[in-house]
Each structure stands twice: as structure tokens, then as C-alpha cells.
């Protein structure tokens, strides 16, 4: 046996995460690992949960980080907030609605779905309609970034919704996190999740969440134990709680966390509204770019993701072609669409420290030498000098 090393390709990261990782986080994870339980371990772990609670614009007690993926983040709101009988009012406007109704369904809840097309925001109208017919629902779920459309719900005027229904909320805000405005506490937001590898610019693996008293207060009185011991916060905060005294539950996977810490050290040194500004920036700048060349955006402007931009596909086009030469000449990663959108948008990501200028040049450059090489209907030779000025707007 002679196995070579893994040498990864060096790319840039423009998908729908993960994300270009910061250097200065790839270099923490490569620090010496020490115990799970170390007091010097213990003190990070107070850190990376003051930052979060910075991130997220909260001075919720459970605001920690769930050791796997996004997902887990998920699964971790579902099985602890919602028992078996459950009636859980959930929103779907893309892929992830949909993975938030199996989660309701495997929790033995009984999930009324709110529908809207892909690409388009969350109706409030119709979550109110909802809500009324439905009055004895204990919880409203929805997705604040829909990641597979681009498409940006209104979190604070749902929440405010659910709160008038005697509903608690679960939000998922892995894509919104670190890139636009999420406010947890001035949003009244029960309970949230997110992930490392989209706008924190982080490893994958981590997910972000952050629980209100309200929230904890129906975990702490439930009739039934949480299905999932992994995720059960009752045991959980055992370990990620408060205090110096700290009990083993599963070992954190320290260095991802060491990462994690570097990466909202980061946040925190920018300023959250400086990475908003940044994000909507590079956002105008593709923008620019796209359109000049004659590409559209399938999202209404006023419910656009910065971060995420789901862009239709011109005529004719072969779909995985451009995108394989684009990771192959181009050493660039964009985005195919998912579901009722594949074949039909790229999705180009600008999420965390991908949110650059260059990224910008690189990704309008390379799409336009491609797609008029592939003899595509697009405009030639305005492209660049269209994101340049909106660079230096
Ligand atoms: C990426 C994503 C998830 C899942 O996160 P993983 O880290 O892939 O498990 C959930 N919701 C949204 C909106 C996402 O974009």
C-alpha cells in the first residue's frame, strides 16, 4: 500500500457554501489540541459563546455551538421543541421548508404546510390565514434565507405573527447568519439555527443556535424525554452550560471549534453591520456584472439574498458544462440549482470572507469568457467595467 497524500485542489468558493475559509481560521485549526474538559479548553468555550450571542444580537444564556453540521442545528430545535401531537405551522418556499416538515413528521408532530413558489418570500398573509385556522398550533417554523432560491423572509414580522397566535418559532438562519440583519432578541425570536460554513466563512461541521427562555421553558417541561439523546439540551447544557463545572456528555470536536472561535473573532473585529454593508457591496457588484452581460435574477429585488444570488440560466446553455469548466479552468465553484430549480439557475454564493471584490472579478470574468465561447446570447466586453463602477460607488 502506497497512498498518496490528499493535496487539495486550491478553489474559490462561490456555491451555496461551503464558503472560501479565512486563512488566519485554517491556521487555528492546525493549533495542539488539549481536552475536552481542559480548564484552558473551558475558558474558549465562554469566549466562542459570548461571540455567538454577538452574532446572533442576543443575551440568550443557550446560545452554543451543536457539535455537526447544520442539520444537527435543525434537528436539535425540532426534537426538543416540538412532543408528539404537536401541530407545527411550517413554511416552504424551497428545499429546507421541506426538510423542516420530515423533521416535524419524525418528532410524531403533525406539520401544516404554508406554500409558496420557489424564489419568492415566505406570504405573510397566508401564515396569518394559517395561524387563525389553525389555533391550537404550538409552533411557526420557517427559513429566514432560503439558500436554494435566494430568496429573504421577513423573520421579524413572522415571529411577531406567531407571538400573536401563542406560538413559539424555530428559525433557520444558516445561510442569513453573518450576512444580513438577524436580531434575536429584538426580533423575539424563540429559537434559532445556523451553520459555520456559509456566512462565518468557517469549516463545515458546527452549528450555531440559540435558544430564548421561553423556548427552554417548554424544553425543561416536556411530558416526553427528547428522542434524541445526542441532542437533548437538557443534556447537553451539562456541558456547554454555564460555570466552571463541566460535565462529559460527547467529546467537542476542539480544533473545528478553535476554528470556529477565530472565525467570529473575525466577525467581531469587522463589526456585524460592516459585514452586512460588505455583503450587500459584493452583492451590487455581481449584480452589475450579470446584468450588463444580459443575465437575470430569478428573485424579486426587494426579497433578494446579497449572499446568495440565483441567477436563470441563458437559453441553450449546458448547465453542468459551464460549471465543470469553470472549477476545471477557472478554479471556481459556483452553485447548480436544487430541485424544482435544477438545470434551470447557477447559484453564485458571496457569503463570508467569498464576499471580495476579486471573487467578484474572477467569477463576471470567467462566466463571460465561457458562455461566449459556448456561442451564448450575452453581451461581450461590458461585464467588467459595469462591476468596477459599482465597486467604487
Ligand atoms: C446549508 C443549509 C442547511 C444545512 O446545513 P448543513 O451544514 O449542510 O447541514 C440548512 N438550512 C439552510 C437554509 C442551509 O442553507
Known amino acids: 500500500m502506497n497512498t498518496p497524500i490528499f493535496n487539495p485542489p486550491v478553489r474559490t468558493l462561490m456555491g451555496p457554501g461551503p ?227 463541566r460535565a462529559y456528555h460527547h467529546t467537542a470536536p476542539v480544533n473545528a471549534l478553535y476554528g470556529l472561535h477565530e472565525s467570529l473573532r473575525i466577525l467581531e473585529e469587522e463589526g456585524l453591520e460592516n459585514a452586512w454593508t460588505r455583503h450587500r457591496k459584493m452583492h451590487l457588484a455581481l449584480k452589475a456584472g450579470l446584468e450588463a452581460m444580459g443575465l437575470s435574477f430569478i428573485v424579486d429585488e426587494a426579497h433578494r439574498l446579497p449572499q446568495l444570488n440565483a441567477v436563470s440560466i441563458p437559453e441553450g446553455v449546458d448547465d453542468a458544462n459551464v460549471r465543470g469548466r469553470l472549477l476545471n479552468e477557472y478554479n471556481l465553484e459556483i452553485g447548480a440549482g436544487l430541485g424544482a430549480l435544477a438545470g434551470k439557475v447557477w447559484r453564485v454564493g458571496l457569503m463570508g470572507h467569498s464576499a471580495r471584490a476579486e471573487n467578484v472579478l474572477l467569477c463576471v470574468g470567467a462566466l463571460e469568457a465561457i458562455l461566449s465561447d459556448v456561442g451564448a446570447p450575452i453581451n461581450t466586453g461590458v461585464a467588467l467595467s459595469a462591476v468596477q463602477k459599482a465597486l467604487q460607488a
Open 19 to 245: 464558503s472560501d475559509v479565512h486563512p488566519r481560521i485554517l491556521e487555528a485549526l492546525s493549533r495542539p489540541t488539549i481536552g475536552h474538559l481542559d480548564p484552558a479548553f473551558v475558558g474558549m468555550m465562554e469566549q466562542t459563546k459570548a461571540l455567538l450571542q454577538y452574532a446572533f444580537q442576543t443575551e440568550n444564556t443557550l446560545t452554543m455551538p451543536v457539535s455537526a453540521p447544520g442539520s444537527a442545528g435543525m434537528e436539535t430545535c425540532f426534537t426538543n421543541l416540538v412532543e408528539p401531537g404537536d401541530k407545527v405551522i411550517v413554511c416552504q418556499n424551497g428545499v429546507f421548508g421541506g426538510r423542516m416538515k420530515e423533521n416535524v413528521e419524525r418528532c410524531g408532530g403533525t406539520p401544516v404546510m404554508v406554500e409558496d413558489d420557489w424564489g419568492t418570500a415566505v406570504d405573510l398573509q397566508k401564515v396569518e390565514e394559517t395561524l387563525e385556522t389553525n389555533p391550537d398550533a404550538k409552533i411557526l417554523a420557517f427559513v429566514h434565507a432560503e439558500t436554494s432560491t435566494g430568496a429573504q423572509s421577513d423573520a421579524k414580522e413572522l415571529v411577531a405573527l406567531a407571538h400573536a397566535h401563542d406560538c413559539l418559532t424555530i428559525v433557520d438562519a444558516v445561510t442569513s447568519l453573518g450576512g444580513t440583519p438577524v436580531k434575536v432578541d429584538e426580533w423575539e425570536i424563540d429559537s434559532i439555527y445556523s451553520g459555520t460554513q456559509k456566512c462565518l466563512s468557517c469549516t463545515p461541521g458546527i452549528s450555531p443556535i440559540s435558544f430564548s427562555e421561553r423556548a427552554l421553558k417548554k424544553v425543561r417541561n416536556r411530558s416526553s424525554k427528547v428522542q434524541s439523546w445526542f441532542l437533548d439540551l437538557n443534556l447537553v447544557m451539562g456541558y456547554w452550560g454555564s460555570g466552571q463545572k
